[in-house]
């Protein structure tokens, strides 16, 4: 046991970083509409995401009724359907996880568990999600625009997304889906500037980066990446707004359309692919980094267990980070770019399935031996671990090269990706939501409803994308408003389209109890106090809960240990919160390594 | 502990679900049963990993919920078990990556007897050009696609006029013979894909890709598009059929050359075409 | 994709180095206490402002190393017919390399405490970078005039689209420096805040000003004849 100070807690010297001068809202408006507040941009951020996803459920259930039961929705059309899913694609993957984990739970996180007042640079916080606001009001006029909203196909892949035998191609659908993104992005930007400095310069004395909670480890790496993957996205839609509005050929071949010679030419579709997808990989870790997580901090908290291996999990999620950056092309196993690229990206792809498969076992290696509480969010916990897993390893068929070829543009990868970028993460969320609610609002959640929620939820999902892999194994592609019976199919896929249909609009009826319980808890709700959880961390410390603007009253918290002091042995409590001055017994605190052989 | 079971039944009812399931993969009608091997490998692997991550977590809620007076283990990390199961992890991913290359270098390494055959996508159907008697493809350019010339097809060069071409019909290839698909588009993303032969390749605008792969049984099979293009995309079929060597040329003989198809149209220009047809003979 | 790849590849070397530094390898469970006796490498000194444009600068360099990217990738391509370079782009470096001596004259200015040394040299610089924005505007002219339209070939349209980003930023900046300026202007003394303001001008002129070397470089057509020239000597 290192004590690493030889003072006393009573001359703790002062703090080398001055407090931070706060902007004092003067009015209503300035309290909870342009607030600067981090907390209140987090509820804003969190908000907006989860209303725009409602949306997007919504075009998810139009869409499978089409799959489910095809010819009997009259409404959707072709045209319909390739709307439907484009939009459903880019607002959950951009527009809601991006947005509710960096700018929901970042904002409303980082500070908190750093032991920060609020962000470094609160006014351009609240830029951020006004500009995030604007973003997705351009997105919903889409909807209303003539011609409607873009069907290019979330990926938005050019020639096809700027022409006119696409839905919006060339209407003002796809034009407002990039000025949309443009948005987002300068809007993300300013957003992610705050997370990551704050996390820099804005930890409270003692917390070393080896002290910050996974949460915050996951967050940060996220942010970095996506401050560094999300400009090609903006170089991509910049460059294909030009193609569209201003006749120039980036990415534009010579071509013919419906028999008539365009005035493109020599452009090429690959560049933007490779655009959008160095783009597009990292994207998928700045979904899943945020989750890993946060899924780390409910096992342990509701284990009462320290996370196993923490030095691994950071390392894994740094590791990830860089490697995620060097594998977008096996996206494009079959696009055309030359053929060796195939065994670079495929091994690439498979290196990066070690350092998350440690975090897997890692998770549960932290159930061992642990002191497990099934509360809700151990519940979503272990249904990420087993969606994600799921998800995971099918992305162990699609990465390595020559497996994927027959499997590509097929429903197996529609599945591969929901369970993976999808299911997981959303369970995170919901594990997260019931985790911290307690926090944001001081009330627990109805835990009945969350049961009821919790099952539904979890077994359903399961029930909806573990079957669509074998839909995809058939060999129907994806995007394919209906199938009907060719004759490679060893069984017609009728009734498990039907099945997959009716599980998605229960799943998705569900959520609307979810919905309900956090407006029903917020006045209903039993009293939460401020920890009732029990937990280490520095959130659960504040000294009222909801915390107020400000988060610490007088005192800026002072960090003493790390994040996972649980079940120490000869501690009376089974967990010491990181601010707790108390000083250590050597002998209540061994060096378990130590009492090993090496 | 209703989760446990949840846990349990996941793995089961995943396992029997697999077992059970009249939804697999189509016989395949080519050469590329490695990928299919390759394909059941990474089956097993990643099966035994997930039956064994979940039913190890199942047993750990089971053994370890929260009991009246239980407290946990206090166990930051041990090194050699974590090194170990990352070298086991190590392996089992070699093993899925190794065969996966090794048929993947096949995959892209065509052999010198096949024939090339083209594939000409538009919105939304299916074209084909086949080498004439000449065994070679004329040259195309997108730019000289118009109603008299579809494909677009360099009439000036002499190699593209004995070229068969086959305008929104069906395609037939020779049994047994190792063929290079010669993969265009004359405008948007397509993706030829023949569920039976596995191997798939997208066609880009302004680039020739392929693919090759070796027919190896007779019959019917349905042409799908695997990359969306626009409104159609879902009903841009089409068929290839396998023949065997004795009907393959018979079918042959009865498609129209480049030639023949532009000739009739360039009245009273029979003296130009005349002696290039001479000259591709 | 080389040239983010590239430029990646510095910006991980940064984060590995000052991982390294944070002690990374370190066991936090056996760690009790206070921090202030460990080594101080909990939070860097550097003002905090500082740090926000130093991230921020990284984000605007990958997003011009990204432009840089696809403007290689698309030269590959058979139609590639890049524009002649307007001789007035010369003259435009040289006043933005002026801009940038101007806010360096500033820094040093207001670290002695000159008010009207500070004041001058900002002015300065503002009416430099807007001096450049024009003649960059000049630039675009000459070149529509001799028919190098946007959508003639896409080099012109890189040319444009490039050379336009980056006077956006520029005007980003100014925005900034507009505000130092009025701050610098209502104050009668030089104060922390107003020299971090300054800082804060000639950094991020600084880096604009290296990021235009490099896109005039690659506009230029040098860059593409040295990679060309690198793979030769590779071969």
Redesign the interface.
């Known amino acids: ?7 006393s ?1 009573g001359t ?2 002062p703090a ?2 001055p407090d931070v001068e706060l902007y004092h809202p003067r009015s209503w408006w300035t309290t909870y509409v342009f607030s600067q507040d981090a907390k209140v941009i987090a509820i804003q951020y969190s908000g907006t995401a989860i209303a725009i996803g409602l949306v997007a459920l919504v075009l998810s259930w139009l869409m499978r009724l089409q799959l489910g039961f095809p010819g009997t929705f009259d409404f959707i059309t ?2 319909a359907y ?1 709307q439907f899913i484009t939009m459903h694609g880019m607002i959950m993957v951009i527009y809601l996880l991006t947005a509710l984990f960096l700018g929901g739970f970042g904002n409303y996180l980082i500070p908190l568990m750093v032991g920060a007042r609020d962000m ?2 609160p006014y351009v916080n609240m830029l951020s999600y006004w500009i995030y606001l604007v973003a997705v009001l351009v997105l919903v006029v889409s909807f209303f625009a003539p011609g409607g909203p873009t ?3 979330w ?1 938005l ?1 050019p ?2 997304a700027i ?1 006119g ?3 919006g ?1 060339q209407s003002w659908g796809i034009i407002l889906m990039l000025v949309s993104l443009i948005l987002f992005i300068i809007g993300f ?1 300013m957003g ?2 705050n997370y ?2 704050t996390v ?4 409270a ?7 910050m909670p996974l949460t915050i480890w996951g967050i940060f790496t996220a942010t ?1 990446m996506a ?2 993957a999300f ?2 996205l ?2 991509a839609c ?2 294909m707004l ?1 193609d569209r509005v ?5 990415f534009m ?7 008539e ?1 365009l ?1 493109y ?7 933007f692919q ?2 959008f997808w ?1 783009f597009g990989h990292p994207e998928v870790y700045i979904v899943a980094l945020p989750a890993f997580g946060i899924v780390s901090d409910l096992i342990s908290t509701h ?4 996370i ?5 999990m ?2 894994a999620i ?1 590791i990830i980070g ?1 490697l995620s ?2 594998v977008w092309a096996h996206h494009m196993y ?3 770019m030359h ?2 690229f ?2 670079f990206f ?2 690439t792809t ?2 990066i ?2 350092p998350t ?2 975090k ?3 998770w ?2 932290t ?8 509360t809700l969010p151990m ?1 979503f916990a ?1 249904a990420f ?2 969606t994600f ?2 998800g995971g ?2 992305g ?2 699609l990465g ?4 994927d ?2 499997l ?3 429903m197996f990868v529609v599945a591969h990706f929901h369970m993976v970028m999808g299911v997981a993460p959303i369970m995170v969320i919901f594990g997260a939501i019931y985790h911290w609610y307690p926090k944001i609002t001081g009330k627990m959640l109805n835990e009945a409803m969350g049961q009821f929620h919790f ?1 539904i939820t ?2 359903g999902a ?1 029930a909806i994308f ?2 669509m892999h ?2 995809g ?3 129907v ?1 994806r ?5 009907g019976e ?6 017609p ?1 009728d009734n ?1 389209n039907a099945f997959i249909t009716i599980a998605a609009l229960v799943v998705g009826f569900a959520q609307m109890v979810f919905l309900f319980n956090l407006f029903w808890s917020l006045r209903f709700g039993r009293d939460a106090g401020g920890n009732p959880w029990r937990a280490t961390t520095l959130e659960w410390q504040t000294p009222t809960t909801p915390p107020p603007h400000g988060n610490w009253g007088d005192k800026l918290p ?5 994040a ?6 000869g501690a009376p409590e ?1 967990f010491i919160a990181q601010n707790d ?1 108390r ?2 017994h050597s002998a209540a ?5 130590a009492a ?1 052989p090496a | 502990m ?2 446990v079971l ?2 349990v039944l ?1 793995v089961v009812g ?1 396992i029997v ?1 697999h077992m059970l ?6 016989p395949i009608a080519s050469n ?1 049963s ?2 299919d091997h ?2 059941v490998i ?1 089956f097993w ?2 099966g035994v ?2 039956a064994a ?2 039913l ?2 199942a047993y ?2 089971y053994r ?4 009246e007076g ?13 090194t170990w ?2 070298v086991v ?2 392996v089992g ?1 070699a093993a ?2 190794a065969p ?2 090794y ?3 096949q ?2 390494t065509v052999p010198k007897d096949a024939t090339e055959v083209e594939v000409v996508a ?2 939304w159907q299916w074209n084909y050009r086949l080498p004439g008697e000449d065994g070679r493809l004329g040259k195309t ?3 000289l ?1 118009s ?1 008299e010339n579809p494909l ?1 097809i360099d009439p000036d060069d002499p190699a593209g006029q004995d070229d068969v071409v086959l305008e929104a019909a069906d395609l037939h290839l020779p049994i047994g013979k190792p063929v290079k698909m010669m ?1 265009r ?5 397509h ?1 030829f ?1 023949v ?2 032969f ?10 020739v ?1 392929y693919f090759w792969f070796t027919p190896t049984k007779t019959g ?3 042409v ?12 841009m ?1 089409g068929y290839v059929m396998i023949d065997t060597e004795e009907n393959y040329p018979s079918w042959l003989e009865e498609q129209p050359t480049f030639a023949e198809l532009s000739a009739p149209r360039q009245v009273g220009s029979a003296e130009t075409v005349e002696p290039e047809g001479a000259g591709a003979q | ?1 080389s040239v ?2 590239v430029f ?1 590849l510095v ?2 070397c940064v ?1 590995g180095w000052w ?1 390294a530094n ?17 080594p ?7 003002p ?1 402002a500082k ?2 444009l130093g ?2 600068l ?2 605007i360099g ?2 011009f190393a ?2 840089a990217s ?1 403007y290689f ?2 030269m590959e ?4 017919q890049a524009p002649p370079m307007p001789a007035v782009l010369w003259l435009n470096t040289g006043i933005l390399a002026l801009a940038s001596v101007a806010l360096h004259c500033a820094v040093v200015a207001a670290r002695g405490g000159r008010m009207d040394t500070t004041r001058l040299a900002l002015a300065a610089a503002a009416i430099a970078s807007l001096v450049f924005l024009a003649g960059q505007l000049v630039a675009w002219r000459e070149l529509a005039a001799e028919g190098h339209n ?2 003639v ?2 080099a012109n ?2 040319f444009y ?1 490039i050379t336009g ?1 980056h006077g956006l930023h520029i005007i980003g900046g100014l925005v900034g420096l507009g505000w130092t300026v009025r701050q610098v202007w209502r104050s009668q003394t030089i104060t922390a805040r107003l020299r971090l303001g300054v800082e804060l001008c000639a950094m991020y002129w600084h880096v604009l000003f290296v990021i235009w070397l490099g896109l005039f470089v690659l506009l230029a057509g040098w860059a593409s004849n040295l990679v060309a020239a690198c793979r030769q000597l590779l071969m």
């Not at chain 1, 201003?246 to 980036?250: A, D, E, K, Q, V």
């Not at chain 3, 944070?22 to 202030?36: A, D, F, N, T």
């Open positions: 046991m290192v004590d690493v100070t030889p003072q807690d703790v010297p080398e970083v072709p045209e390739y470094v640079f069907g290019a196909g990926t892949y020639p096809q022409l035998g696409t839905p191609g930007t992610g500037l990551v400095v820099l310069q804005g930890r004395r003692g917390m070393t980066l080896m002290r970095v401050l560094l400009p090609a903006f170089v910049v460059m030009f201003l006749g120039t050929s980036f071949p010579a071509l013919v359309e419906m028999g010679q005035s030419g020599g452009g090429s579709p690959i560049l490779h655009l160095f284990a009462r267990k320290n196993f291996g923490y030095r691994m950071v390392w740094v860089a950056f060097v079959v696009s055309g053929p060796w195939g065994f495929a091994t498979l290196i399935a070690v498969a440690i897997v076992y890692n549960v290696l159930l061992w031996r642990g002191d497990i509480h099934l519940l272990l671990i087993v897993v799921n390893l099918t162990l068929f390595n090269v020559v497996v070829v027959p590509s543009d097929t099952w979890f077994l399961y573990f079957p074998y839909v194994l058939v060999g592609p995007r394919y408003p209906e199938i060719p004759a490679f199919m060893t069984a896929v498990l002072v960090v003493y240990r790390w996972y002091d649980y079940s120490v042995p089974d001055p000083p250590q605190h061994p060096d378990p390594s090993r | 209703a989760i949840a846990l996941v995943s679900f399931s009249p939804w697999w993969w189509t590329w490695y990928i390759t394909l990474t692997i990643t990993v997930f991550v979940v190890f977590m750990c809620v370890f919920r929260h009991k239980a407290k946990a283990a206090y166990e930051p990390e041990s090194k050699r078990l974590e199961l990352t992890t190590a991913v899925m990556l996966g290359l048929v993947w270098g995959f892209v538009q919105q350019d997108n730019r696609v109603f677009g993969l588009s004359i405008d948007v993303l993706d894909y569920p039976e596995r191997a798939k390749m997208d066609m880009v605008p302004g680039m890709t019917t099979f349905e799908l598009c695997a990359e969306l293009c626009g409104v159609g995309h879902g009903f079929r | 994709m983010i790849l990646l910006i991980f984060a991982l944070q002690r990374i390898m370190s066991k936090p469970w056996l760690e009790g206490g206070v921090v202030g006796a460990l101080d490498n909990d939070v860097t000194h550097m905090t740090v926000g991230v921020l990284a984000v990958g997003l990204l432009f696809a990738m698309r391509y058979a139609d590639w946007l959508r070939n896409a349209g890189f689209l980003m």
